[in-house]
């Protein structure tokens, strides 16, 4: 959830860095637009030379809410006609890819798992629209989808999108209350948008409420024939990336860099 505190777009990579307009003072699509935009503008023929970027090789990436920022605008500028320079690649570290249900396994078997308890992931997302508190109430009911909504469900039905060993003989039943922007949750494009989407990397940790966000979506895009490569840290937990001081942390990112310079 890294929109939540101050952060760079570009950090020290390239020739400028922003801030977007960050939770809880600024609501979606802010954060969305003002990624958009940043990204929309890296991706011009002269601003990449002026980088010194082949345009053949730029990937996007991010951690937590950064991983839902990379994966929605991966998604947007698909259809943007104004962009002609591709992402070659999308890289999803432990992202947050949906808000439609906050009781999925992973929610459950980790809500009180630091460094993100469930109460807190769901008062995160729940800022990320509103500042009214009733919508924090209503997810942490997983009550907030709205009826006629409720055909969406299908595309976070772990009954069929996630392995056997986190299903633990139970059903999806879907809930009955929300609202749905797919520019806020990825994962609920449909299959002929993620089809046309780059070759994707995502990490999950087993101990993570945000685990379920990841898995479901490399098992979309891979039924919608993306080449996928998951890297599911069974003893990893959320923001593994951030803890170099341990060996999991380390050993994690040394994976990525590794798929990194042999994919891009
Ligand atoms: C994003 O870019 C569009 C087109 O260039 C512009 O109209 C819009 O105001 C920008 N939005 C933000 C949030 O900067
Ligand atoms: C979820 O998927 C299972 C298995 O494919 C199916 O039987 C069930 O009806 C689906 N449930 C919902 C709510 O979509």
């Known amino acids: 959830y890294s929109n939540y505190k101050e952060n760079n777009i570009w950090g020290k990579h390239c020739c400028s860095a922003h801030s977007y307009r960050l939770a809880p003072k600024h609501h979606f699509p802010n954060q969305f637009e003002d990624v958009y935009n940043a990204t929309r503008w890296f991706l011009r023929q002269d601003v990449l030379d002026e980088c010194g970027v082949d345009p053949e090789r730029v990937g996007i990436s991010g951690t937590s809410s950064g991983g839902n920022l990379a994966a929605a605008v991966a998604q947007q500028l698909l259809d943007d006609p104004d962009v002609k320079i591709k992402l070659r690649t999308q890289s999803l570290m432990y992202p947050a890819l949906q808000s439609l249900d906050m009781d999925l396994p992973s929610y459950r078997e980790n809500a009180h798992f630091p460094p993100l308890s469930r109460s807190f992931g769901v008062r995160i997302l729940s800022e990320y629209f ?20 409720s055909h969406l469900f299908q595309y976070v039905n772990w009954s069929s999108l996630l392995p056997e060993k986190f299903k633990k003989g139970q059903f999806y039943n879907s809930p009955t209350l929300g609202f749905l922007d797919v520019r806020a949750s990825p994962l609920l494009a449909d299959d002929r948008k993620l089809h046309r989407l780059p070759l994707t990397y995502i990490i999950t940790c087993q101990h993570d409420v945000l685990r379920d966000d990841g898995f479901m979506y490399a098992s979309r895009l891979r039924n919608a024939g993306v080449r996928v490569t998951h890297n599911h ?5 959320h923001r593994i990336l951030s803890y170099h001081e341990f060996k999991i942390g380390h050993r994690t990112q040394n994976q990525y860099l590794n798929w990194l310079s042999e994919n891009l």
């Not at 009911?141 to 009826?147: A, K, M, R």
């Not at 840290?233 to 937990?237: H, K, L, R, T, Y």
Request: glycine share 4%.
């Open 130 to 149: 509103t500042t009214d508190r009733s919508l924090e109430k209503a997810m942490l009911f997983n009550q907030h989808v709205p009826v006629e909504s």
């Open 233 to 237: 840290v069974e003893d990893g937990f």
